[in-house]
Structures are given as structure tokens and as C-alpha cells.
């Protein structure tokens, strides 16, 4: 039986891109050769890379305005230390919302100074401040837009002329916004983009090159430009089964159609989090994230009756990140809303029997 899989990531990907992907492993485009022993530098493969790096801008409605895609390896915790050393001449600003942001801050003090324009640390991080101190003089301002750990999401993103980088892992291509406001965007590939072991970076190409400081190859965004993402050999499957994953959402109606389903699934949790007596949210109402639902129980006692009623049901992947405990739901976008109904079953079902 498929499980309803609600874990944070790697994490669900569509049943079809799985189809397709598994189908290139044995034999990708009829070429009587699997995907994975095919040269990054064959034909078919820089195809591949093409249409994800175009599917990227397309999707976040980049293209003809100076963005570049590239996928990158590393991870997104790699990126906090590239973006540094990249942009960061004297000072840059942080929003810290996360144990991912605190990383970030913490790798970028290698390169100068790092103002923290605000932080929700002493909070264990379950609200997302509104009042940033911005100075007018930081290099860039570094932002995370979901904080998949504690369940928070940036509603409102600052209007300034700092450049804007925004770590999107755990939310890109799950709601629209202006992505044009931002001048450097990256995102691990194993939340709504497919399989561990890419990470996408958009870059506005003229924020780039205004450093003094000598950059390694491997870390300097406009060598990987230069070379269209191919540099060093790429991570081939993963970045082959991104573009399926983009594709799928370009088919399904592109963002705007994800974005009203994955409104839908949240509502549906929240509203049990909120209506039921035996659960109690983890976030700020106003910066709950349609991405990771954070609740705990009320009363701890009912763990295992819960825990076994829901892995009975199908469930995966519920438990909250050690930091926090309790419970994490994550509803990227190939979760279907039938998932999140039930765990709201189970939910109510508790609810019933206690
Ligand atoms: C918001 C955010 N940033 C960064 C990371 C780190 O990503 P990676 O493991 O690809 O380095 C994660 C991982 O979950 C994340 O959720």
C-alpha cells in the first residue's frame, strides 16, 4: 500500500515523475542505455540540463530578466557559505528565523561583518519578526522563506534596495510571488523538487562581480555560468528528475494551480489543529507555514495511542524535528489533499476515542 508520506524531506515526489524516472533508469529516451551511464555531455543529457535550468525561470516567471538557473551540489548549506563568499564585500543582513538561518549567519561571519536585522532565537524560533532593523549600507539581505524545522513561513517579504537572498528550499515553486524581487534564490532540490543532491540557484547575473576577494572555481557563480551548470560533471539523475518534477507542475497548471491546492491542504490541517482540544499548534497563527504543520499533543500521555492509529493508517514521516518535538506535518507539492485528510481523520478519530 502507498503510504500517505508527509516527511520533510527528501519527501514525496509525483507517483508519475517516479514512473518516468525509474523508466529512464533502465532505458532513457529509447537509447538502449540507462540514464545513469550516459556522459553529461552527451546530447540527451545537456537537453535534460537546458529544459530544467529554462522550467526553472519559466516557472518562477524569470525568464528574459537577467536571471541565470544553475544546479549546483552541495546542498542548500553549501550556499550559505557561496552566497557569502560571492556578495559579501564588507556587511550583509540576516533574518534569523531558523536553525537554517543561524547556519547561514554563522558561515557568512567568515567573510565580514553579519547584522542580525532581527531574530525569533529566544522564541525557540515559532514566530517570524515583523520589525527588521535594515541598515542602508549591507551588501545584501539574506532571508529564509520557510522555516521547515518550526513550521514558519514569511508572509511578507521587506520592500528595499539591499539585494534580496532568500533561501527557498522548503517552499519554492509552492506559492506565487514576485520573484523578481529577489537577486539570489536557492533551494536543496529534495523538498518540491525532486531527489537529494541538487540545489537550484537563480541569480540575478549583475549582482555578481562587484567582490574583491579571489574565488575557488567550484564556488564562484560565474564560472558555473560561463559553463552553463556544467563545470564539473552535474549530479545527473537528480537534476534529470527535477526537470521531470518541473515539467509535471508546468502540465498541472504551474505554481498558481499548486499554490491553491497546498492553500486547501493547510486550511484543512489548521483548522483541525485549532478546532480539536487534543492538539495545540507550534507556530504563530499568522506565520504558519502551507508547507509544515508543527503541532504538539496537549496531553503527552496519548502518544502512543496516536503514534500507533496513525502509522496503522498509512501515515509516514510525522514526527517533529528533535529540536522541537511533537509533530510535523510536511505537505509539499505532491502531497495530495486525500493525504491530509487523513491524518485529519486520525486526528478527529483520537479525538473520539479519548
Ligand atoms: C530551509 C532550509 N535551508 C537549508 C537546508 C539545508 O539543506 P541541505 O541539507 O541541502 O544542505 C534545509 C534542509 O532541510 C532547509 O529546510
Redesign the pocket.
Known sequence: MKKHNFS??PCILPQEVFKEASQAVLDFNNSGLSILEISHRSKDFVDVMEEARSLALELLGLEGKGYKALFLQG????QFLMTAYNLLQSKAGYLNT?A?SDKAVKEAKKFGEVIEVASSKDANFNFIPKKLNIPTDLDYLHL?S???IYGTQLKDFPTTDIPLVC?M??DIFSRQLDFSKFSLIYA?A??NMGP?GT?LVVIKEDILGKIERDIPSMLDYQVHISKASMFNTPPVYPVYVSMLTLRWLKQLGGISAIEELNEKKANLIYSEIDVNPLFKGFAAKEDRSYMNATFTLVNEDLKETFDAMWKEAGINGINGHRSIGGYRASMYNALSLESVAALVDIMGDLERKA
Open positions: 520533510a524531506g546542498g542548500a548549506s553549501t531558523g537554517w529564509t520557510n522555516n521547515t533561501d528550499s522548503s536543496g529534495q523538498k537529494a540545489t
